[in-house]
């Protein structure tokens, strides 16, 4: 494969830096985008970029979307994890829009997309219940189809967990089961429910960050108008399979990797151990050049995968599971470099980055570094987990070079 810089790219990269140069509010920008951004944030950098007609950087032009190739989306992520901007509703950008895109009706797409084009309406995902994670077709969350005067309706009862920002968002998209007579995968359907329906109770889980973005979700007889369906009933499953197939190139987050790797390097050349820089010590020097050649070789994977879905090859699905594994491991590898590196600081734990600090008590620079990082480090511990785990994606790999 080819990695000389393609001229075309070169033009697209000034093109998305002079935008983030003049167009992009200076509190949009150095933002410490550890795990996640504030939801005003989210919402605000929504509609800059929809105001630039870049509101929807990884959809075809014909649902409104950019149009742009994998190449260029690669590009735009890395300037503005290098500028440091908020990230974008992931949920809504990368799960939800394809979805609706693909699947939705003509008016539920007129309900629901403006609404993500101008940041009005944040989205969390419901699919994980308490024994279905791994194992998602077995959910249990029922949804019965109630006729009635005032509308037809499904009352759905049940719990989701690990549900992420349920508590910060507007809506869920919903995996339900409508038919418990079927085989599993047959019996699910795919629900929008707005998060201020009566009968939705959302408990928060504080998660080893000592932050909360976790939740468990509770769903006692909610009424969910049957227009809010999408696709028919039974096809649920086929939806979920469309969405978790998306996104390959991105899975890697690597403009947040590199950004880590760049502060790695900038304490090892000013942090100290016994005396000697870190960076002058050949154990942690050998590390951060291992770090380094892996967060290349990263890139060049990605770059792979990115030129595979461009060309639609079916093939880019089991690297996008090895890319998951790869990009997910290296994550923790220079979460945990970071926190070394950071020494005294490291050790000790922080309140959650985006809560407010008290400000008679302001943190030095080096504890605002660690601050974020040592909370970091303990999140990715959980990036080998949700959105598929390590272990299942190695199954998927085994499966499909078997198939191929
Ligand atoms: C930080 C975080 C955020 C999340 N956000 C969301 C969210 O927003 N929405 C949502 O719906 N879900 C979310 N999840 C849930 C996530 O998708 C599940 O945790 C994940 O799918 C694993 O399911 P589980 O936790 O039930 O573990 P299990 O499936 O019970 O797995 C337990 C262990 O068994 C292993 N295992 C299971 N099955 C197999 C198999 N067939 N072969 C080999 N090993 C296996 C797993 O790898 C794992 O090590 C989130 C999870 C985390 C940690």
């Not at 979805?99 to 419901?126: D, T, Y």
Request: net charge negative; with cysteine; proline share 6%.
């Amino acid at each position: 494969m080819d990695f000389q810089p393609d001229s075309g790219l070169e033009a697209f990269r000034q093109e998305v830096r002079q935008f983030l140069q003049t167009k992009v509010p200076a509190d949009l920008k150095g933002l410490p985008r550890s795990t996640r951004s504030r939801c005003e944030e989210v919402m605000r950098w929504q509609k800059v970029l929809n105001a630039q007609s870049w509101g929807a950087p990884y959809w075809a032009k014909e649902h409104g979307g950019t149009g742009w190739s994998v190449p260029q989306i690669l590009v735009f992520d890395e300037e503005c994890g290098a500028a440091g901007t908020p990230s974008q509703d992931p949920f809504a950008q990368k799960l939800l829009g394809p979805v609706m895109n693909a699947f939705a009706s003509p008016e539920q797409k007129a309900e629901h997309m403006p609404a993500i084009f101008n940041g009005q309406r944040l989205w969390c995902q419901g699919f994980s219940e308490p024994g279905s994670g791994s194992d998602l077709a077995s959910l249990k969350t029922r949804a019965e189809l109630v006729k009635s005067v005032d509308g037809d309706h499904y009352v759905v009862n049940g719990q989701k967990i690990w549900t992420s920002y349920a508590h910060e968002s507007d809506w869920i998209f919903l995996l339900v089961r409508t038919n418990p007579e079927v085989k599993k995968q047959a019996g699910i359907s795919f629900l929008l429910v707005d998060m201020k329906t009566p009968g939705i109770t959302v408990r928060p889980i504080r998660s080893i960050d000592d932050a909360h973005h976790l939740n468990e979700v509770f769903f006692d007889d909610v009424r969910v108008p049957v227009k809010n369906l999408v696709g028919a009933e039974g096809q649920g499953w086929n939806i979920t399979k469309f969405l978790l197939n998306n996104e390959h190139a991105t899975t890697a987050d690597l403009p947040v990797q590199k950004r880590y790797m760049q502060q790695l390097r900038q304490l090892a050349t000013t942090q100290r151990m016994g005396g000697d820089r870190l960076i002058e010590r050949p154990e942690f020097a050998l590390k951060l050049a291992r770090l380094d050649a892996e967060l290349q070789a990263l890139g060049m994977f990605v770059q792979r995968v990115a030129k595979m879905e461009q060309e639609h090859n079916p093939a880019s699905h089991v690297l996008g599971s090895m890319l998951k594994i790869r990009g997910t491991e290296l994550q923790q590898k220079i979460s945990e470099a970071m926190v070394e590196a950071l020494g005294d600081y490291g050790a000790v734990a922080y309140p959650d980055p985006h809560e407010d600090l008290d400000p008679a008590q302001p943190l030095l620079p080096l504890q605002e570094v660690a601050r974020s990082m040592a909370n970091n480090m303990f999140f990715h511990r959980a990036s080998t987990i949700y959105g598929g785990t390590s272990e299942v994606q190695r199954s998927i790999i085994a499966k499909m070079l078997f198939h191929l």
